[in-house]
């Protein structure tokens, strides 16, 4: 096992990565920039080292800042937690010569997952259902024109080096085929460098859906069930839950064998995600795989009674699946987590600024994964995630009525946050009922 490992990472992710390395005996160092010198990363940390300034290119970001921290602590391990470096391939890369083990997929997987049109073609080809569209990127507006002829409109083009929702457009009309291709490829090449485009089906009013799948150094793939992320606004997730509404016990079995079998084939090891639009016929059609530790892995956690995050350190370090999780988890009661953003409830922008006052709630079936603190800063540079409510009961309407109860016992006074929102959100009947799509927020002008 691990003796010292880095956290290539603030906020609560941090926190969570040293709760998981308390567990099993492992040193953790925290790196930090200089505005989050009083954060609790640091104070709870075993060590911590100043890397830059406060803009992530020059602290979290800095690959070069964050190799000396680790060599200069002697770890023999870094965890990238979410977002910064979590799935730059090269990052992983450069760990490895150094001797240090990224807590993560191998190098070439997550290359591969981080060129979408790729990803698909590798899952369609593992036998994971994708929706009808191009094989490989496409060359030409005709090209284009063709393939979206004979799929159907309404199309979508999307950026191979895009994803989560970056570097998309809808094609609705065949007359339009041509120019959205070539402002597409324009707009991907000025955005991600490199033009590449693809195409599927356009599903009108989608489900998010993602299965959470574990592996090991050895083939051996399980899945965890799903998570529902359709409350979501320009793509910021706002509630997840487990399970999803709608995906039966016989279907999420189906789907889980699919995904072991076919992320077996493809070699992939450690914690991944695998996303998955639902269209209205409750079919289930791959997207993307993020080959990361999710922010909503919680609620996972919750019904599945997995330790994720303990679990990446098992596999990076070689155990075998069957000995960090004994038996395939069979998914139990329901859990919902609310995020609460730092941000104005009514137009969703960002109130960095000081706590003045943070109570978290707690009680029966309430977990606050958190790294705010009363007299703490929410800093304008980084993400404005503040606390992370997940409810968990045997029911839904026991997590739900949890969750309220959760809220309305949450103080966080000094900033605008995104909890009045959430009061709203679970308020609905549309909530209450499960009868929500991607769509929900919009349309119900919360
Ligand atoms: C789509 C789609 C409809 N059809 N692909 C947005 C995020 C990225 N991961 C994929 N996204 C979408 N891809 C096809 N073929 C609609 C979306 C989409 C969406 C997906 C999941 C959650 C919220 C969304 C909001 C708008 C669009």
């Known amino acids: 096992m691990f003796e010292r490992l880095l956290i290539a990472n603030r906020g609560e992710i941090a926190l969570r990565v040293i709760a998981a390395c308390r567990d099993l005996g492992i040193k953790t160092v925290a790196i930090y920039s200089t505005v989050d010198r009083d954060s609790l990363h640091v104070q709870l940390a075993d060590e911590a080292i100043c890397i830059g300034e406060a803009p992530s290119s020059r602290s979290y970001l800095s690959v070069p800042a964050i190799i ?23 990052f992983a890369e450069i760990c490895q010569g150094c001797g240090i083990r990224f807590i993560g997929p191998r190098p070439e997987a997550i290359r591969l997952m981080g060129d979408k049109s790729q990803a698909r073609k590798a899952a369609a080809e ?3 259902p994708v929706l009808p569209g191009s094989p490989e990127p496409l060359r030409t507006p005709s090209e284009a024109a063709g393939l979206a002829q004979s799929i159907g409109f309404p199309v979508i083009l999307k950026a191979s080096m895009g994803g989560g929702g970056r570097g998309m457009r809808i094609v609705r009309d065949p007359s339009r085929l041509k120019d959205s ?11 991600f460098g490199s033009g590449q485009v693809y195409l599927e089906k356009f599903i009108e009013r989608p489900r998010h859906i993602e299965f959470q799948v ?7 793939v399980i899945s965890l ?16 839950e487990a399970p999803a509404n709608g995906v039966a016990a016989e279907q999420r079995a189906r789907m889980g064998e699919t995904l072991a079998r076919a992320l077996s084939t493809i070699g ?26 999710q922010v909503e892995h919680p609620v996972t956690e919750a019904v599945c009674g997995v330790d994720l995050v303990k679990s990446q350190l098992l596999l990076a370090a070689g155990e075998p699946l069957g000995a960090v999780v004994p038996q395939t988890p069979s998914v139990s009661g329901h859990a919902i987590e609310c995020r609460v953003n730092a941000e104005d409830p009514r137009t969703f922008l960002p109130s960095p600024g000081l706590v003045r006052r943070f109570v978290a709630p707690g009680g029966p079936g309430i977990r606050v994964d958190s790294a705010a603190y009363s007299g703490w800063s929410v800093q304008p540079h980084y993400d404005s995630l503040v606390a992370k409510i997940i409810a ?13 109860r959760a809220l309305s016992m949450c103080i966080l006074d ?17 909530f209450a009922d499960g009868r929500y799509d991607t769509k929900f927020i919009e349309e119900m002008g919360l």
């Open 181 to 191: 291709f070539l402002q597409a490829t324009a707009e991907a090449e000025a955005a």
């Open 268 to 293: 992939y090891s450690n914690a991944g995600t695998v996303e998955f639009l639902m269209d209205e016929d409750g079919d289930l059609h791959f997207i993307e795989l993020n080959a990361r530790i």
């Open 392 to 404: 968990h009961g045997d029911t839904r309407s026991q997590a739900i009525a949890r969750m309220r």
């Open 214 to 220: 574990l592996g090991d150094e050895y083939g051996n």
């Open 225 to 240: 069930g799903e998570r529902e992320c359709s409350i979501q606004r320009r793509h910021q997730k706002l509630v997840e």
């Open 126 to 128: 593992a036998g994971i």
């Open 68 to 90: 000396s921290a680790a060599e200069i602590a002697d770890v023999d391990s870094i965890h990238p937690g979410y977002g910064f470096l979590a799935e730059d391939a090269s």
């Open 414 to 430: 000094g900033i605008k946050t995104s909890i009045p929102l959430h009061r709203r959100i679970l308020r609905t009947p549309q």
